[in-house]
């Protein structure tokens, strides 16, 4: 992006002399300068160049009430003065965070009454790793140690995290998975199902658990985590087989099950957690982004009660985070959960919102690069294609890039996965808004098809 603003081209400058961004190519990143972002209100996002763009993505999938909520600033700048800091290490507590821990048990589901803290996701799934393991240990079966991941999940980019999750781009760099993580199949009829319908598909990408199950030895086996719907995957809505068939298996084999509820969790379903709208029973469950709305930093672990009784007998848990339960974010968080249940966010996306934005996504269905349109609550996915009806890609042209270029340009964010298109807008989102997402999209998807063709 070349710039006649010096504003910008400075901020650019400090980028490519200082800054090294994540998930990025840095060298490419030099070449094009980053798009600075500067200002944002409910659903959109100002950049240096005045430009004005619909966030389809509430950053990344965690600003659930939207920007400039006065009421979440205040509330850190009200914390900050009182108590900026302390830690939990030292039998202390202060308390945001007792508040904090027992607002979230109201909101999760029945037995789920225990939280631990951490400053992110990806540490959430560190403490989860750590748990399940520690909790066997207690148990007198040590040997349960192999946590069961999905290809394509995303978990988080800390060593623990990016071993969990199934990116293999990630996986690449850094000697990853760590021992003791293993990975099945994923849900995703529409690349991966073949000549199966997707019902028969989704009981045989559960059954795949089974029999790795049956392949380590449930005696080896620690826990399944899996995301209720893969958010950074590409939004891949699993059929509608897919998680009784799971649940079934869960029940025969004696293994915990943890829930990443990090995208799925604070409303985006339509229900308070993913575990809800698709009525699991999980043993953990990680939260971050939408716990905050993005605000600022946090994330955490919440636990069932029967394994809290466990690790209750096994003395010192030797873990934790010197940000664990901050007392600022856990202020933040709190006001955050707050405006969710006082608004009736959740309630309304359930009744308006969702259904209105899955029927207008579901329009763009005619177009000729669309070969399917899927979503559930605030979550959608767009796939491009050559030919509607084998599902065939264009190869090696980057299509989703393409088409993401032409929506940052045209003031929508949406994203790319590979040739998937997604989005996940603030919870807050209008019909109008979705109009305007709608029609913008659509747009995009037009210039993307003109440039194909040239
Ligand atoms: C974003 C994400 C994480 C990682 O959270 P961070 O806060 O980035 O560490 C973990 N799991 C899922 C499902 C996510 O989407």
């Not at 600003?63 to 600033?73: H, K, N, T, W």
Request: aromatic letters at 8%.
């Amino acid at each position: 992006m070349t710039s006649n603003n010096p504003q910008t081209r400075e901020w650019q400058a400090l980028s490519n002399d200082h800054h090294l961004a994540p998930f990025s190519d840095f060298k490419q990143l030099k070449e094009k300068g980053p798009r600075i972002i500067t200002s944002a209100k409910g659903v959109y996002l100002w950049d240096s160049e005045g430009n004005k763009i619909l966030d389809g993505m509430a950053g990344l999938w965690c600003v659930a009430i939207g920007y400039g909520r006065d009421e979440l600033a205040d509330a850190a700048s009200k914390q900050m003065r009182e108590l900026p800091y302390y830690n939990l290490f030292f039998q202390t507590a202060h308390p945001p965070v007792l508040e904090l821990a027992k607002a979230i048990a109201d909101i999760a589901p029945e037995g789920m009454n225990h939280v631990f803290f951490t400053g992110s996701g990806s540490e959430g799934n560190d403490t989860m790793l750590r748990m399940v393991r520690h909790y066997w240990a207690i148990k007198g079966q040590p040997n349960k140690k192999v946590i069961i991941s999905r290809k394509n999940g995303y978990h988080g980019s800390t060593v623990a995290g990016a071993s969990l999750g199934g990116m293999t781009y990630m996986h690449e760099q850094g000697d990853l998975p760590i021992p003791g993580i293993v990975h099945i199949a994923q849900p995703y009829w529409f690349a991966e199902g073949g000549d199966m319908t997707p019902e028969e598909f989704g009981v045989w990408a559960a059954n795949q658990l089974e029999e790795k199950i049956l392949e380590i030895g449930v005696d080896n086996v620690g826990a399944f985590i899996a995301e209720p719907i893969q958010g950074a995957g590409g939004v891949i809505i699993p059929p509608e087989t897919y998680w009784p068939r799971i649940k079934e298996i869960l029940a025969k084999y004696d293994i915990l099950f943890v829930a990443d509820e990090v995208i799925c969790g604070f409303g985006r379903t339509g229900e308070w957690f993913g575990s809800d709208f698709y009525d699991l029973k999980p043993d953990m469950m990680t939260i971050a982004k939408g716990l905050t709305s993005g605000y600022i930093p946090m994330g955490g672990l919440i636990v069932r009660d029967e394994v809290v009784a466990v690790l209750n007998e096994g003395g010192d848990f030797n873990h934790g985070f010197t940000y664990s339960g901050h007392p600022v974010a856990a202020a933040v968080a709190l006001e955050n959960i707050r405006i969710i249940r006082d608004e009736k966010i959740i309630e309304h996306v359930h009744a308006e919102t969702a259904p209105y934005l899955q029927s207008r996504l579901r329009e763009l269905n005619d177009h000729p690069l669309v070969g399917e349109v899927r979503g559930v609550g605030l979550l959608g996915a767009i796939e491009l294609v050559q030919d509607k009806a084998t599902r065939k890609r264009y190869e090696g042209k980057g299509v989703g890039m393409i088409c993401r270029t032409f929506c940052f340009d045209n003031g929508l964010i949406m994203r790319a996965v590979g040739d998937t298109m997604i989005i996940a807008p603030p919870l807050v989102i209008t019909k109008a808004e979705i109009d305007e997402l709608v029609t913008k999209a659509r747009k995009c998807l037009d210039l993307t098809l003109s440039a194909l063709q040239a």
